[in-house]
C-alpha cells in the first residue's frame, strides 16, 4: 500500500532485518534489550514469522528507507462467538518520523488489514511505563479495558 504522503506499507522481507531490529532497538526499552551485534536469532525468528500465514510482519518504507514495522498477529478462536481477532505487536516508529503522523497511518492500515482479514477485534499491549503511547493509542479509538500479565520463561 502507498498514500499520498510517499510513504509505502509492504510484508517485511530478509533483507529489512537489520532495519527492523535497528528499530526495535531505538527506544529506552528496547534499548536493553534488542542488540545488532548478532542478527542471527532474528533471522531464524523472522523465518519462523514468514512461514505462519497468520502472521504479517510489515514495513513502512519512505523514499526506500525503513522507517516503522510492526507486526499483526491474526488468530481464529472460539470466544466471541468463534471471533477472528488480530494483535498487533512491535509498533515501532524511526526516532526522526516521530509526531509526523506516520506511526497513526501504521496503526489505521493495521486496523483496516484486520478488518479485511476478517477479525472481529483487534488489540494490543503496551508497556506500562508508556505513557505517550497509552494515549496515542486512546485517540485512535482503542480502549484500556485489561491488565496484562506475562511470565518471562
Known sequence: MSSDSGLRIR????????????LLADDPLGSARESLD????????????????GQHLVVA????????TLQLSVIPGLSRRGATRSIIEGVRVASTERG???????????????????????????????????????????????????LVL
Open 100 to 150: 509526523t503522523g506516520l506511526g497513526t497511518e501504521l496503526v489505521r492500515w493495521a486496523v483496516e488489514e484486520s478488518r479485511r482479514l476478517g477479525a472481529g477485534l483487534v488489540q494490543l499491549t503496551s508497556d506500562a511505563s508508556r505513557t505517550d503511547a497509552h494515549r496515542f493509542y486512546e485517540r485512535l479509538g482503542f480502549v484500556g479495558s485489561h491488565v496484562g500479565f506475562k
Open 11 to 22: 510484508r517485511a522481507t530478509r533483507a529489512d532485518v537489520a532495519a527492523i531490529v535497528a
Open 61 to 68: 518504507e519512505r523514499d526506500g528507507v525503513v522507517v516503522a
Open 38 to 53: 548478532d542478527l542471527t536469532v532474528y533471522a531464524a525468528a523472522f523465518e519462523k514469522v514468514a512461514g505462519d500465514p
